[in-house]
């Protein structure tokens, strides 16, 4: 309220007690509220009493309404006023935070993104000796140049900030920034810098003797770069003692106390993430590597206790981080329906992805081509392909990813797991082109791949295709070899189609070998997952959900699904 010096009139603290009982009311009365603050003005009050009743009329208007243009207006004048007054740094540097904040939300008025950025470099300019102001704005104008795609210039801020940190004696905020750019550098791949700046980040996390839980947090921030440099690079055998480090110290993390003791210095007033949050990110990463290896009951596991953390969190917390959380799990464990052969349940978590994007056009910005992807998916388990080819080409529209994964000149060779499924593709083109003996090459490449990072889903797709050629070719016994570990491991993860396609080859075999037991056996597995898989794909193309297949433009429709019967396609190739 006031600051040391001033003398406050007995009008103004009253004005201001009664804002804040209508602001802090159950439910708030915020028309009140403000009605108070508008009050103080009539008394004409001094400067100081000026800014801070504009800032906190910006503040209430920002945060419980939507007029945002009267928010603004209060906040342009707690800047312009505060930066008169001397010694005035928390009104007039959380004016100029909220404000440049209430332009970045308002990215569709261009004008409105670069009044941001000037803004916030004269704050930085002027805010050099306050070192928490100093260091929020330009975590703030960093953050503002990554939802740009500017990350060059977000890693050079946060470099800044880093290296204003050491100068004032800060190394927990140092090592915040530094892992922050860290994290950018990963975005950019350019992994020739981020291996020795997490070098860097390990000692000082290390050497930090502060508040155990910021040094956790730091721990688990520096953990989940790791994992995630693994996990982008398709090394799911190598990441393991990383995640297990994770999962502990989240363990760790959830059993602290919050320490209400502030740090000495002003600069290290900050955290990463609420140790809620940290929990579902381990979660969602947890997730990842399960798909990525092929343990999908144990994906499925995890996601369902990530979302429903999620969804108590989120009861109490409108962070916009928790929804992105919420998207990414969902893409993933409809990725896992899909191949466990629960299309229905995929195709109504796939609506939900889209009634989450459309309430967020950030959201549906970042994740619209994955949401094509999945539909594309989703269309060739019910064998829709003219379908599943228009949601590729929408994907790729919206992602220029075609340009980028040309395997002829510059495939992302980075991946370990990208490059094992390539050789597959190549295989599988080669199969379907009568070439055998080149697709065997490409298959015993992913296989040799696969087996090295334990890709537990491609390796049982390359040995069934193998066990195909091998059928194709009269090669019985070396055929068997083959699909017998495809099935078990099929079985384990489990994989419906592979199973599907295992018993059929089984059967076959069997039948060629006269083993008459064991064909009829086969055939009766394989009639089993034909009719699991049939009344699956009825349930779903049943759901008026089902005409999401046809969406390939704008935004996400939402409550515009009407009941229909299914499409009258052929099953022959399901079957």
């Not at 800014?51 to 342009?76: D, F, I």
């Not at 700046?197 to 000082?204: D, M, R, S």
């Not at 990525?292 to 969190?313: F, H, I, S, V």
Request: charged share 15%; with cysteine.
């Amino acid at each position: 309220m006031a600051t040391s010096g001033e003398a406050p009139e007995s009008w103004y603290l009253a004005l201001l007690g009664f804002a804040e009982h209508f602001r802090t009311s159950s439910p708030p009365k915020i028309r009140l509220c403000v009605h108070c603050l508008e009050a103080v003005f009539q008394f004409k009050p001094p400067q100081r009493v000026e800014a801070r009743t504009h800032l906190q009329l910006g503040s209430v208007l920002y945060h419980h309404t939507k007029n945002t243009e009267l928010a603004r207006s209060h906040l342009e004048k707690a800047w312009f006023i505060s930066q008169q007054i001397p010694q005035f740094e928390d009104v007039k540097f959380e004016a100029a935070s909220l404000l440049s904040e209430l332009y970045c939300q308002q990215l569709l008025l261009h004008n409105l993104v670069d009044s941001a950025k000037p803004l916030l470099r004269k704050a930085i300019q002027i805010s050099q000796q306050t070192p928490y102001w100093h260091c929020r704005l330009l975590f703030q104008l960093a953050q503002l140049h990554t939802l740009e795609k500017d990350l060059v210039s977000a890693c050079d801020l946060l470099g800044v900030g880093a290296e204003y940190t050491r100068v004032v004696g800060s190394e927990y905020t140092r090592a915040l920034f530094l892992l922050s750019k860290g994290m950018l550098l990963l975005m950019e791949r350019k992994l020739g810098e981020v291996h020795p700046l997490l070098t860097l980040c390990g000692t000082i996390v290390e050497n930090w003797q502060g508040n155990p839980i910021q040094k956790e947090s730091l721990r688990v921030f520096f953990l989940v770069l790791q994992v995630t440099h693994y996990l982008d690079a398709g090394q799911v055998k190598s990441v393991k003692p990383c995640l297990k480090q994770l999962q502990q110290c989240i363990q760790t993390i959830s059993t602290l106390h919050d320490d209400e003791i502030l740090p000495s210095n002003p600069a290290d007033l900050f955290h990463w993430l609420p140790k809620e949050h940290m929990c579902v990110l381990v979660y969602l990463l947890t997730v990842m590597h399960s798909m990525q290896a092929g343990y999908l009951e144990k994906a499925q596991k995890y996601t369902d206790k990530a979302l429903m953390q999620l969804e108590k969190l989120k009861m109490l917390d409108s962070s916009p981080i928790l929804s992105t959380f919420q998207v990414i799990l969902l893409e993933h464990i409809i990725m896992c329906r899909l191949v466990t052969g629960h299309k229905a349940t995929a195709l109504q978590e796939i609506s939900q992805v889209c009634q989450l994007c459309a309430q967020s056009p950030r959201l549906f910005t970042n994740h619209a081509s994955q949401l094509h992807t999945l539909l594309g998916l989703y269309c060739i388990s019910v064998n829709c392909m003219d379908n599943a080819e228009a949601q590729f080409t929408a994907a790729l529209r919206l992602d220029n990813l075609l340009e980028r994964i040309n395997p002829d000149h510059n495939f992302p060779v980075s991946s370990h797991c990208l490059v094992a499924a390539a050789f597959y593709i190549r295989g599988l083109l080669s199969f379907f082109q009568g070439r055998y003996n080149e697709a065997k090459r490409f298959l015993r490449e992913t296989l040799k791949m696969s087996n090295a990072e334990d890709l537990n889903r491609l390796t049982a797709c390359s040995l069934v295709l193998l066990g195909h050629i091998f059928y194709v070719l009269g090669n019985h016994r070396e055929s068997n070899n083959m699909v017998v570990p495809a099935m078990q491991l099929a079985s384990k993860i489990p994989d419906m189609s592979v199973q599907l396609w295992s018993s059929a080859l089984l059967k076959d075999l069997n039948k060629a070998c006269g083993n008459t037991i064991d064909a009829h056996e086969a055939a009766q597995m394989h009639q089993n997952f034909s009719q699991q898989l049939l009344q699956d794909h009825i349930a779903a193309c049943s759901l008026p959900e089902h005409n999401l297949i046809s969406w390939t433009d704008g935004p996400p429709p939402v409550g515009q699904f009407q009941a229909q019967n299914g499409p009258a396609t052929s099953l022959a190739s399901l079957l």
